[in-house]
């Protein structure tokens, strides 16, 4: 009868884990203590490109903790923490890109986004929403209207079909969408990976256009290692980066697919996932690209989710409705979404300046 049953329990087990994403045998300890050498002294993250915490920067750490399993609460140094940072500078989130992450890491860490640093974060970000359906202002960039979708999605709340709709009609005929939302700028893969998350947190059908397009727009670009750059073409190469694979990745998991599958394996037998993976250094940490193998902070925090097999939102939250008057701020629309802020946490930027930004040694 013991045997019977052990039987039955590991039939069960391997048809589960065929029906599961194959997640990719990366060293999720080694990367998480690498994270932890570089935490500030006030509990945050610094983005790479300066030394000093940012709200932005820290979020983005906190998904990448919780996605890779580990508890933003071990993150200690003395008193302070990632999140114990995120509640003194809650009142700092002010722009949509900014508290769309913020929104974000907090229901991925438990904690309510109404009630959080003395801050109604989700009436604030509410109030960035135009009557076009644009999420933010002036200081934003589409990027923002992105991941405003995926943080309106985390809290439960009424995402507008005017702000689906303006991330449809900036798709490009090639399948994919810029940083700025424009058809005069060429296509990238990261923004085209938090387009296709958005969409899918919306209501998307996977078979849709949109985002079988958006699938064949990666398709089309694929390198032969199994990864992607930022665009392609590009005055600054091509070169498979850890960064943009791990977006792909993530597209590719908000759409139900699996990226170490036959489908997405190259002639040369590479897959995405083998192609991130590839970029694990000893320390944990992963380069920026094979050719820029120092350790990278960002390629690290935007790895770990994709290699654990997840797209955003990491969780959901019901916060319910408004507790407190939100800020009389409210934009008559959602204002002209050029700053370039926002393109700092794509690896194309780096690109763009000689790849000099993102390397980083510690």
């Not at 994270?35 to 990448?64: H, I």
């Not at 750059?229 to 498979?240: A, I, R, V």
């Amino acid at each position: 009868m013991r045997i019977r049953i052990a039987v039955l329990t590991l039939v069960l087990a391997v048809m589960l884990a065929g029906a599961l994403p194959v997640v990719a045998a990366m060293n999720t300890n080694a990367a998480l203590d690498y994270l932890k050498t570089q935490q500030n002294a006030d509990g945050g993250f610094g983005s790479g490109f300066s030394p000093g915490s940012a709200v932005n920067s820290t979020a983005d750490a906190v998904l990448a903790i919780v996605a890779a399993g580990g508890n933003p609460a071990t993150f200690a140094k003395g008193v302070n923490t990632p999140v114990t940072y995120l509640a003194e500078n809650a009142s700092s989130a002010t722009t949509a890109g900014d508290l769309s992450k913020f929104v974000l890491a907090l229901v991925a860490a438990g904690e309510n986004p109404r009630q959080f640093g003395g801050v109604d974060s989700v009436a604030r970000l509410e109030s960035l929403i135009g009557f076009d359906g644009k999420i933010g202002g002036a200081n934003d960039t589409f990027v923002s209207q992105l991941v405003g979708v995926l943080a309106l999605k985390s809290v439960e709340r009424p995402i507008p079909t005017a702000a689906v709709d303006l991330i449809k009609k900036a798709q490009q005929a090639g399948g994919g969408w810029a940083w700025d939302g424009t058809a005069g700028t060429a296509a990238d893969t990261n923004t085209t990976a938090f387009a296709v998350q958005s969409l899918m947190a919306a209501g998307e059908a996977a078979g849709s256009p949109a985002v079988t397009n958006a699938l064949a727009y990666y398709k089309g670009i694929q390198n032969a290692d199994g990864g992607w750059p930022y665009q392609n073409p590009s005055d600054y190469g091509t070169t498979t980066d850890a960064n943009s694979t791990a977006a792909a990745i993530q597209a590719m998991l908000a759409a139900g697919l699996d990226p170490s599958g036959a489908d997405w394996t190259t002639t040369a037998g590479n897959s995405p996932v083998a192609a991130l993976e590839a970029l694990q250094n000893k320390s944990g940490a992963f380069a920026w690209k094979a050719d820029t193998p120092d350790d990278n902070l960002l390629a690290t925090v935007q790895a770990l989710p994709a290699l654990a097999g997840k797209a955003f939102p990491l969780a959901t939250m019901a916060v319910g409705e408004v507790t407190a008057p939100a800020p009389a701020t409210m934009p008559t629309t959602g204002g002209e979404l050029v700053d370039p802020a926002w393109v700092l946490t794509l690896s194309g930027l780096a690109v763009a300046f000689g790849g000099y930004a993102l390397r980083r040694r510690r």
